[in-house]
């Protein structure tokens, strides 16, 4: 009977090795986690530990290099290019299932074989069924995951690898389902408040061009039949209606180029850092995004130290998700001070990026020992004065579009009438 060489995990986090005899690789880890144990490693070769540490590092390097989707079959390869990230909602439910599984004591792959069963949207049951398999195949849970980048995302892979190692897995994946949560709650906000104006400007700009495009042209040729002198409101509405109907494709053709200059500009690191910091101190909106920025950055950072990751690959996970570039520059420079054996705070205080309550917070958290705690806390502070502002600017919003709708529809109203006003005067005097 064949040997497998495995190397497991205990729940308070010991790694253990060992030997079975075993039919094969399914038997062998059935028994590993019937003695209670979480497989790390499984090797199918007769080559004992020492070739099991080799596959380890071996697994390892094909699930974490540039290249890992290559190794996957060309069916999974595909299905997976066209698979689309899913939402931070989803990717929440996703991961609250999968922990209340294994809270429950279900064997890791037991607990991934059902989730296949359970409605997890914007998660297919194929995403499950390729982490199961790997696993079998003696891949841990974190390197299944990294061999699936379109679902897991960095910071997903390098939380569950740190529950992995300290034995806390199921914290930690309640821990990940509570952060996304957090994340989607705040982007529902944002997202609800631009509803309301982004609907108001559809119906005004739809008003206006059917206005513009079918109702004016009647007017026009009373007004040119009857051979007065018009107004300037009227004689400028029909100027705008002859562009809009007679050189509608040159507007196209400008919104185009507007476009593909955009673009252009926004794809080169000058422009780039221009309109990121155009982003940041707008009016208004500016403000809206630094608060959901700092609190996004505080938020993620917070949870990755929480779990056990290094502060140094926690920085660098922060960087790679900021999408601000300003903002991503000073987590670089951080991160290089970091290394030089500095403070969190001092870095980015001298960065003039970030806030001075983030940095007196996070000062306080270094000399208490509890970083993860006050970065949350900042989190917390931003998020809360998000939803206030969010708030204030929907109070402002909606009288301001009632009176630029106003403005707009009176102006209309106003070319019109007044146009009709004088015919009836000149019919009047003609009389």
């Not at 079975?20 to 019937?34: F, K, N, Y």
């Not at 705040?186 to 982004?198: L, N, T």
């Not at 809009?244 to 252009?264: E, H, N, Q, T």
């Not at 999408?323 to 500095?342: F, H, M, Q, Y």
Request: proline fraction near 4%.
């Amino acid at each position: 009977m064949p040997q497998f060489a495995y190397k497991a995990r205990r729940r308070s986090g010991e790694i253990v090795q060992g030997i079975l005899d075993v039919a094969d690789r399914p038997a062998a880890l059935t028994q590993i986690e019937r003695l209670g144990l979480f497989p790390v490693m499984v090797d199918a070769s007769r080559t004992g530990v020492a070739g099991m540490e080799k596959a380890e590092k071996a697994a390892r390097s094909g699930a974490t290099g540039s290249d890992a989707r290559d190794l996957l079959p060309a069916s999974v390869r595909s299905y997976f290019n066209r698979q689309r990230k899913p939402k931070m909602q989803e990717l929440a439910t996703f991961t609250q299932q999968l922990a209340n599984l294994l809270n429950s004591g279900m064997p890791l792959t037991v607990a991934l074989n059902s989730m296949t069963h359970l409605e997890s949207k914007g998660v297919p049951s194929e995403v499950s069924k390729q982490l199961r398999q790997d696993v079998m195949e003696g891949r841990s849970l974190s390197q299944a995951m990294a061999r699936q980048p379109v679902v897991f995302s960095e910071i997903y892979v390098n939380m569950v690898k740190a529950g992995e190692q300290s034995g806390a897995l199921v914290d930690v994946l309640r821990r990940l389902a509570d952060h996304f949560n957090r994340f989607a709650e705040v982007q529902a906000k944002f997202k609800s408040a631009m509803i309301y104006p982004a609907v108001v400007a559809c119906v005004g700009v739809v008003i206006i061009i059917f206005f513009m495009s079918f109702m004016l042209p009647k007017f026009m040729n009373i007004f040119i039949a009857m051979n007065v002198p018009l107004p300037w409101a009227t004689r400028f509405l029909i100027g705008l209606s002859r562009v809009f109907s007679v050189y509608w494709w040159l507007l196209i053709l400008m919104g185009i180029c507007v476009g593909v200059i955009y673009k252009r500009f926004a794809g080169t690191p000058t422009g780039r850092r221009k309109i990121d910091g155009w982003k940041l101190t707008m009016p208004v909106l500016g403000k809206l995004n630094r608060l959901n920025l700092f609190g996004q950055f505080a938020r993620t950072l917070a949870t990755l130290l929480h779990n056990g990751v290094a502060v140094l690959t926690a920085l660098k996970i922060c960087e790679d998700v900021m999408p601000n570039s300003l903002l991503r520059e000073a987590i670089s420079k951080t991160r290089e001070a970091v290394t030089d054996g500095k403070t969190l705070a001092d870095p980015l205080g001298r960065s003039k990026m970030f806030p001075q309550l983030m940095v007196d917070l996070l000062r306080i958290g270094e000399e208490t020992g509890d970083v993860p705690g006050a970065l949350n806390n900042v989190a917390e502070t931003y998020e809360s004065e998000l939803t206030i502002q969010l708030r204030v600017m929907m109070n402002l919003i909606e009288p301001a579009m009632i009176v630029m709708m106003a403005v707009g529809v009176g102006f209309l109203l106003f070319s019109v009438l007044s146009a009709m006003f004088t015919i009836t005067s000149n019919i009047g005097m003609g009389k």
